[in-house]
């Protein structure tokens, strides 16, 4: 059975999105090298890797569906921050928000009984927690320093272990 059009395009608008999240991580990754942080330089770069092989998963599944792939613009990315907590609460943000729009097509896959396109999104929904996990993890260590400088060299010298 061939995909819809209208998860067709849902999907078109998601591997946008995946795209835009790899762009975001990697000036994430800038700043921190910027700011002399590499370990979470080294982190968000390890960030920008996923996002994009997650806009790949998504490719290859609508080739697989003999589908067509629409290759998006990508947004431009915020470029500076105050520190690295409005960083990673940025980026706790933003996985909240990629989280919904995975939802949204797990919605339209049980609407439209595409029972393939649900199995493939179930990988997606187990990441978005795990990476949800993972950012609100920082968020929390860094609200917890208050800007300690050597607490934050701490989870520097921890994320470059990732």
């Known amino acids: 059975m061939k995909i819809s059009d209208a998860m067709t395009s849902a999907i078109n608008e998601q591997i946008k999105a995946e795209f835009d999240s790899a762009y975001i991580y990697l000036a994430m990754s800038a700043y921190f090298e910027d700011a002399g942080l590499a370990g979470m330089a080294h982190w968000m770069k390890k960030q ?17 569906r003999g589908a067509r792939v629409i290759i998006p613009d990508i947004a431009r990315p915020k470029e500076s921050y105050a520190d690295a907590l409005e960083v990673f609460r940025t980026a706790y943000a933003h996985e909240q928000y ?58 520097d010298r921890e994320l470059s272990a990732r």
């Open 98 to 155: 990629v989280t919904s729009r995975i939802y949204q097509l797990v919605d339209l896959a049980i609407s439209e009984k595409d029972y393939a396109t649900q199995s493939m999104l179930q990988w997606f929904v187990d990441e978005q927690m795990e990476e949800e996990d993972n950012t609100g993890g920082i968020v929390s260590k860094l609200e917890f320093l208050g800007g300690d400088k050597h607490g934050i060299y701490t989870v």
């Open 48 to 64: 920008y890797r996923e996002e994009v092989e997650h806009a790949e998963k998504f490719i290859d599944y609508l080739y697989e």
